[in-house]
């Protein structure tokens, strides 16, 4: 009996199916959810978070947030969310480096909390990335 | 009267206003549509987050505690607040409206022996800001038709952590609220102390919350007061498109009313200038038939 996952952030509600399975890192450590857990409130940290729907692994890069579960419901309210095999590894570590430029030259408030949001969403990515490259080899 | 060719070329350069007034009639109305799309996709995020203060704040002994969000400050001294503007103009009344508004709350709010601290969002409000002289803390110019949330966390990052610290007492903001495609209002909004709303109602009393439910309210929180703080943009980019459509409409109809009077203006001269050949013409013959 699978579960209904929806996936929600800011700007829209990215994803919401059945899935079979999540595995997702929550700030007491990386956690699966099968169908019927019992509900739960939990903070999601950086990380890799995968889904596995009809057998197959869909791997998420997620900055952080929240996972609410809630028997067949599950809700991840993330503060962004990606598909790890729509991350262009090069690229996620050319985004890194500039936004660690960024923080190094940052000079406002401002600017130090943006350069700080980037980074950190950055790091996750580029990490999601690399991981899914060992998955195949 | 003006000579044909002069009314002749006026005719012909209302007539490319019109051209281009029209064009961005329509630019205008399809990045409507579009931001409208933006602020339905941003809300239930926010609701599902207001949803969860509602329940956590009722659960969560003493949750309005020193450097909360949630904390109500017995005397405020200083308060924050954002003002978001579109970055261009050509869109009628609505900045004037945001920036008369923003000025209204700033005198009310020194007439109370407060201070403000201004944060801006959008170029049209950064330069009025300054202009008036007013203290300004914080801005982001460049916002674009669709921000993404990280892109405007700065500013909203700042004045959350001006309240957490104790430097604001209160944070607000004033934005074009989007109502319909002819009604935009300029409203204010508290975004801090978070009034908790009342917990939605049914059976989410055996939640298990980790690592704990004043954890998760503490994370909740501001994330709550940024989006929305980004809802409020999404709403002023939808404003100011519809705004715009609006005013390039009016405009349009404004020069193809003026094509029209100088149409008529052009053939009444154009009239003029025959019937008086034609006398001639006539008396030419009468004084040659004598």
């Given at each position: 009996m699978p579960m209904h996952l929806e996936i929600v952030t800011a700007e829209k509600v990215v994803l919401s199916e059945e899935v079979d399975q999540i595995n997702a890192p929550t700030r007491d450590g990386r956690i699966g959810v099968l169908p019927r857990h019992e509900p739960l409130m939990t903070i999601l940290k950086p990380g890799e978070m995968t889904i596995i729907k009809n057998g197959e692994r869909i791997p998420f890069a997620v900055s952080g947030g929240f996972m609410e579960i809630l028997s067949n419901r599950v809700v991840i309210l993330a503060d962004t969310v990606e598909r790890a095999d729509e991350i262009d590894e090069a690229r996620a570590e050319r985004a890194r480096a500039l936004a660690e430029e960024r923080l190094k030259n940052a000079q406002t408030d401002r600017d130090i909390a943006m350069a700080e949001v980037k980074l950190r969403k950055e790091v996750v990515r580029l990490q999601v990335a690399q991981m899914k490259n060992i998955r195949r080899q | 009267m003006a000579s044909s060719r002069e009314i002749k070329r006026r005719i012909r350069s209302v007539k490319n206003v019109a051209q281009i007034t029209r064009a961005m009639e329509m630019v205008a109305a399809s990045k409507m549509r579009r931001a409208q799309r933006n602020v339905l996709a941003a809300r239930p995020y926010a609701d599902r987050m207001r949803d969860l203060i509602g329940e956590l704040t009722v659960r969560v002994?003493?949750?309005?505690?020193?450097?909360?969000?949630?904390e109500k400050r017995s005397q405020v001294r200083r308060v924050g607040l954002i003002v978001v503007t579109p970055d261009r103009g050509l869109c009628g009344s609505l900045i004037a409206n945001v920036v008369r508004r923003a000025t209204r709350f700033i005198l009310d709010q020194r007439a109370m022996g407060r201070e403000v601290d201004v944060f801006t969002y959008g170029k049209k409000g950064r330069d009025f800001i300054v202009r008036a002289g007013y203290p300004l803390a914080g801005e982001m110019v460049k916002i674009g038709d669709a921000p993404k949330i990280e892109d405007i966390l700065g500013v909203a990052i700042q004045a959350v952590k001006g309240f957490e610290s104790g430097r604001y007492d209160e944070l607000y903001i004033v934005y074009s609220e989007y109502i319909n495609t002819l009604v935009q209002r300029a409203t204010i909004k508290q975004l801090a102390p978070v009034e908790a709303p009342a917990p939605a109602s049914g059976a989410r009393a055996d939640f298990t919350y980790e690592p704990s439910q004043e954890e998760v309210l503490t994370e909740v929180l501001p994330r709550y007061v940024e989006s929305q703080i980004y809802q409020a943009i999404l709403e002023s980019i939808a404003s100011f498109y519809s705004a715009q459509m609006v005013a390039m409409r009016n405009a349009t109809k404004s020069a193809k009313d003026l094509v029209k009077e100088l149409t008529l203006t052009f053939n009444k001269a154009r009239q003029a200038a025959i019937t008086k050949e034609v006398s001639e013409i006539a008396s030419g013959a009468a004084a040659l038939a004598e």
């Amino acid at each position: 009996m699978p579960m209904h996952l929806e996936i929600v952030t800011a700007e829209k509600v990215v994803l919401s199916e059945e899935v079979d399975q999540i595995n997702a890192p929550t700030r007491d450590g990386r956690i699966g959810v099968l169908p019927r857990h019992e509900p739960l409130m939990t903070i999601l940290k950086p990380g890799e978070m995968t889904i596995i729907k009809n057998g197959e692994r869909i791997p998420f890069a997620v900055s952080g947030g929240f996972m609410e579960i809630l028997s067949n419901r599950v809700v991840i309210l993330a503060d962004t969310v990606e598909r790890a095999d729509e991350i262009d590894e090069a690229r996620a570590e050319r985004a890194r480096a500039l936004a660690e430029e960024r923080l190094k030259n940052a000079q406002t408030d401002r600017d130090i909390a943006m350069a700080e949001v980037k980074l950190r969403k950055e790091v996750v990515r580029l990490q999601v990335a690399q991981m899914k490259n060992i998955r195949r080899q | 009267m003006a000579s044909s060719r002069e009314i002749k070329r006026r005719i012909r350069s209302v007539k490319n206003v019109a051209q281009i007034t029209r064009a961005m009639e329509m630019v205008a109305a399809s990045k409507m549509r579009r931001a409208q799309r933006n602020v339905l996709a941003a809300r239930p995020y926010a609701d599902r987050m207001r949803d969860l203060i509602g329940e956590l704040t009722v659960r969560v002994v003493g949750s309005a505690k020193k450097g909360s969000l949630l904390e109500k400050r017995s005397q405020v001294r200083r308060v924050g607040l954002i003002v978001v503007t579109p970055d261009r103009g050509l869109c009628g009344s609505l900045i004037a409206n945001v920036v008369r508004r923003a000025t209204r709350f700033i005198l009310d709010q020194r007439a109370m022996g407060r201070e403000v601290d201004v944060f801006t969002y959008g170029k049209k409000g950064r330069d009025f800001i300054v202009r008036a002289g007013y203290p300004l803390a914080g801005e982001m110019v460049k916002i674009g038709d669709a921000p993404k949330i990280e892109d405007i966390l700065g500013v909203a990052i700042q004045a959350v952590k001006g309240f957490e610290s104790g430097r604001y007492d209160e944070l607000y903001i004033v934005y074009s609220e989007y109502i319909n495609t002819l009604v935009q209002r300029a409203t204010i909004k508290q975004l801090a102390p978070v009034e908790a709303p009342a917990p939605a109602s049914g059976a989410r009393a055996d939640f298990t919350y980790e690592p704990s439910q004043e954890e998760v309210l503490t994370e909740v929180l501001p994330r709550y007061v940024e989006s929305q703080i980004y809802q409020a943009i999404l709403e002023s980019i939808a404003s100011f498109y519809s705004a715009q459509m609006v005013a390039m409409r009016n405009a349009t109809k404004s020069a193809k009313d003026l094509v029209k009077e100088l149409t008529l203006t052009f053939n009444k001269a154009r009239q003029a200038a025959i019937t008086k050949e034609v006398s001639e013409i006539a008396s030419g013959a009468a004084a040659l038939a004598e």
